[in-house]
């Protein structure tokens, strides 16, 4: 009996310890995106757009020439008030200085005159008709009497014209008033000054700025660059974070013999006021071409070892990385020739710690 049970013992104990001895295999899990990963991503889509061009030009910032007006006094005298600044806003019809004058003396004798003759050819009129009825003259006496009250009204109106147009308010006193409604951006008086009547220059310059211009300098290499329409990005050195957009309405076919540089404008809204006239500004503007690519954010493409990838991104785990040929790259587009579909969408945000993450 003891001959056969020791060989058992000894083949139970091998097959123990051979089950004991065998590897347990796992399954490898492939890469996924974290709960907080994929909240903090952005996407784009891979889209087909035509080419575009970017050039840079120098320039300023001037106020729109169709609402800036030079306001000149209309006659001589001695400043009593200047009740503007530069750099203040003003209404149109607002008082913006007064002077005395002893030219208007002349502009209220008229307008006095003109009144009187007219109540005396009313008279006269009045006059006429009741001695007319009375059989005491003839229709022809009334009729040279009305004859004589329209010329005194037609006095009277020419002379309350000019009143109006030196703008007589009392006594000798003259007002200039703003014509329009903007900035002053330029002041040539103050007060206790003597203006001769037969001064040639303005006392105040008015600019509406709720339109400006870009006025660009193009250099005579760039001039084939640019053309009607094309739009523009203007930025200035006081808002460097901001951009404004316009479009060229204007180039003037003149070359600076100074400066070698033809000039050339973009219109832009300031209702905001933020652009002031005479302000370096630098404008960018942008041509298409004829051809498409597909383009993608610029934010998204990774450079690496002299090589160009995107992030690609189908599901929290369908993410690849994607080597790319860059066409050209203009500002916040990259356009690609190779390596994307249309309507792929590519990682724009966080898309480094993925790619770092498949690539370890």
Same mark, same amino acid.
């Given at each position: 009996?003891?001959?056969?049970?020791?060989?058992?013992?000894?083949?139970?104990? !091998?097959?123990?310890?051979?089950?004991?001895?065998?590897?347990?295999?796992?399954?490898?899990?492939?890469? &996924?995106?974290?709960?907080?990963?994929?909240?903090?991503?952005? #996407?784009?889509?891979?889209?087909?757009?035509?080419?575009?061009?970017?050039?840079?030009?120098?320039?300023?910032?001037?106020?729109?020439?169709?609402?800036?007006?030079?306001?000149?006094?209309?006659?001589?005298?001695?400043?009593?008030?200047?009740?503007?600044?530069?750099?203040?806003?003003?209404?149109?019809?607002?008082?913006?200085?007064?002077?005395?004058?002893?030219?208007?003396?002349?502009?209220?004798?008229?307008?006095?005159?003109?009144?009187?003759?007219?109540? !005396?050819?009313?008279?006269?009129?009045?006059?006429?008709?009741?001695?007319?009825?009375?059989?005491?003259?003839?229709?022809?006496?009334?009729?040279?009497?009305?004859?004589?009250?329209?010329?005194?009204?037609?006095?009277?109106?020419?002379?309350?014209?000019?009143?109006?147009?030196?703008?007589?308010?009392?006594?000798?006193?003259?007002?200039?008033?703003?014509?329009?409604?903007?900035?002053?951006?330029?002041?040539?008086?103050?007060?206790?000054?003597?203006?001769?009547?037969?001064?040639?220059?303005?006392?105040?310059?008015?600019?509406?700025?709720?339109? !400006?211009?870009?006025?660009?300098?193009?250099?005579?290499?760039?001039?084939?660059?640019?053309?009607?329409?094309?739009?523009?990005?203007?930025?200035? #050195?006081?808002?460097?974070?901001?951009?404004?957009?316009?479009?060229?309405?204007?180039?003037?076919?003149?070359?600076?013999?100074?400066?070698?540089?033809?000039?050339?404008?973009?219109?832009?809204?300031?209702?905001?006021?933020?652009?002031?006239?005479?302000?370096?500004?630098?404008?960018?503007?942008?041509?298409?071409?004829?051809?498409?690519?597909?383009?993608?954010?610029?934010?998204?493409?990774?450079?690496?070892?002299?090589?160009?990838?995107?992030?690609?991104?189908?599901?929290?785990?369908?993410?690849?990385?994607?080597?790319?040929?860059?066409?050209?790259?203009?500002?916040?587009?990259?356009?690609?020739?190779?390596?994307?579909?249309?309507? &792929?969408?590519?990682?724009?945000?966080?898309?480094?710690?993925?790619?770092?993450?498949?690539?370890?």
């Amino acid at each position: 009996m003891k001959k056969y049970i020791i060989p058992i013992i000894i083949t139970l104990a !091998v097959v123990s310890c051979s089950k004991k001895e065998a590897p347990q295999q796992t399954q490898k899990k492939g890469f &996924e995106l974290s709960n907080t990963m994929l909240q903090s991503i952005s #996407l784009a889509k891979v889209e087909k757009k035509y080419i575009e061009d970017d050039y840079s030009f120098y320039g300023k910032i001037s106020a729109d020439k169709n609402s800036y007006i030079d306001v000149y006094p209309l006659v001589g005298g001695n400043v009593l008030s200047v009740n503007v600044e530069l750099g203040d806003h003003v209404r149109k019809g607002q008082v913006m200085a007064t002077i005395r004058s002893t030219e208007l003396a002349e502009v209220q004798k008229d307008v006095s005159d003109a009144k009187t003759d007219l109540v !005396v050819a009313q008279n006269n009129l009045r006059v006429a008709k009741e001695m007319y009825e009375g059989k005491l003259n003839t229709e022809r006496d009334v009729l040279e009497a009305k004859s004589e009250l329209q010329k005194a009204q037609d006095q009277m109106q020419r002379a309350n014209a000019v009143s109006t147009v030196y703008n007589v308010r009392k006594g000798n006193i003259y007002s200039v008033v703003a014509p329009i409604s903007g900035y002053i951006v330029q002041k040539n008086i103050n007060k206790d000054m003597q203006l001769r009547s037969d001064r040639s220059d303005n006392i105040f310059d008015v600019a509406n700025t709720t339109n !400006v211009w870009a006025i660009m300098n193009v250099n005579e290499s760039d001039i084939d660059k640019i053309s009607l329409g094309m739009k523009a990005q203007v930025s200035t #050195l006081s808002y460097p974070d901001k951009v404004f957009d316009g479009k060229i309405d204007k180039i003037f076919k003149i070359i600076d013999p100074e400066t070698n540089a033809m000039q050339a404008r973009v219109v832009l809204d300031n209702q905001n006021g933020l652009l002031i006239p005479e302000s370096k500004a630098t404008i960018k503007v942008t041509s298409s071409e004829n051809t498409t690519a597909l383009t993608v954010p610029s934010k998204a493409v990774i450079f690496d070892d002299n090589r160009s990838f995107v992030v690609v991104y189908k599901s929290r785990t369908d993410v690849k990385v994607k080597e790319i040929k860059v066409l050209k790259q203009v500002g916040d587009i990259t356009y690609v020739s190779e390596g994307l579909s249309e309507g &792929e969408q590519v990682v724009t945000n966080n898309q480094l710690l993925i790619y770092r993450s498949l690539n370890s």
